[in-house]
């Protein structure tokens, strides 16, 4: 089956920027998303980039993507305490969403 | 968006008794997925319900141990039958928005089985 790879941690201090990287195998990716969760709480969409697109910019994320090494990324400009959670990067093709395992973001104060 | 209310929260179970979880949508929508994600691992697809028509099950997952109910647009269970500790996870439902390119989840239901 299609598989979606995460690095597990990332720890940056507070106001640097941080970046989450996401490697994917589905050729027919159609949609890419990163998805925030955050103690207690479900799953939220953050963000999401046709397949089409290099990149994407919302405020303070800006989504990266390389189609032909099928790589997608997060970049979270002046990092805050709260955006401390786990990261997950999703992507659906001929399927319903396929999830990386999460990246567990710690900002330090 | 869809507001989802997923019940109970969490829940500790004894081996070999069953585990029904309800999910509730503010709207009507017409495919509802159940998410499997075990300690450690990656968010699984257990199966799609749409409804008036049997859930259809990713490979690995079978009805008799996670039979699903939609019996109408904006509600959905999952059994967990038969539990063992193998089964503690957290288990999501989640629905597609108005466009497919978003996908909303429910808080989710932590499970342990002792």
């Known amino acids: 089956g299609e598989d979606v790879e995460q690095s597990l941690f990332l720890s940056v201090r507070e106001g640097d920027s941080s970046v989450i990287n996401c490697t994917y195998t589905d050729s027919s990716s159609t949609y890419l998303y990163w998805y925030k969760q955050e103690p207690g709480a479900g799953l939220q969409l953050l963000t999401y980039i046709f397949s089409n697109m290099d990149m994407k910019q919302d405020q303070r994320l800006t989504v990266l993507l390389n189609k032909k090494d099928k790589h997608l990324s997060l970049r979270i400009a002046d990092t805050q305490t709260g955006d401390s959670a786990i990261y997950f990067c999703?992507?659906?093709?001929?399927?319903?969403?396929?999830f990386g395992k999460g990246t567990r973001l710690s900002v330090i104060a | 968006s869809a507001v989802i209310s997923q019940k109970p929260s969490r829940d500790i179970c004894q081996r070999g008794t069953s585990l029904t979880i309800q999910c509730q949508v503010d709207s009507q929508v017409t495919m509802m997925f159940w998410y499997r994600q075990q300690p450690g691992q990656s968010l699984t697809l257990i199966a799609t319900a749409n409804q008036g028509s049997e859930a259809t099950y990713e490979s690995g997952f079978v009805i008799d141990k996670f039979p699903i109910s939609r019996p109408n647009l904006t509600f959905s269970t999952l059994t967990v039958s038969n539990m063992s500790p193998e089964d503690s996870s957290i288990y999501l439902c989640?629905?597609?928005?108005?466009?497919?390119?978003?996908?909303?989840f429910g808080q989710g239901t932590r499970l342990t089985v002792v």
């Open positions: 999703a992507e659906t093709g001929n399927t319903p969403l396929v």
């Open positions: 989640s629905v597609e928005g108005r466009a497919t390119t978003e996908a909303f």
